[in-house]
């Protein structure tokens, strides 16, 4: 019998949020850092916002960008500390600071999230 590994799992992860990453953030971005602050749309008001924030599958989708984007960075991150500085020694407690802190960055954005709804 062949032994699991739990590798393949997290390269699924990395390439889902790298690909949320690269299709919603940069939209996000230009409209909320560029658009609407310089007056090119006009911007929603806060009434509509605060609704359209307000709808679960709206929370369930944020969710899903800011975790799959957090589990993205973490195993970026991993990987730059173990190939780009070369910090091989302390694999078990890279893994565990980078992957914890995804999960505690989709937990705090769950009760974010769980608030507006």
Do not use: N
Not at 31 to 45: E, M
């Amino acid at each position: 019998m062949t032994k699991r590994r739990v590798e393949p799992i997290l390269w699924l992860l990395f390439s889902a949020g790298g690909v949320l990453a690269a299709v919603f953030l940069p939209v996000l971005v230009v409209l909320f850092g560029l658009a609407f602050p310089l007056g090119w749309v006009t911007p929603p008001s806060h009434d509509h916002l605060h609704a359209v924030l307000g709808h679960p599958l709206t929370a369930l989708f944020l969710f899903g960008l800011f975790a799959l984007c957090l589990a993205h960075w973490a195993h970026r991150f991993r990987y730059t500390l173990y190939d780009g500085l070369q910090l091989k020694g302390s694999k078990g407690l890279i893994t565990v600071l980078c992957y914890g802190g995804a999960v505690l960055g989709s937990v705090v954005s769950a009760v974010v999230l769980a608030t507006v709804v």
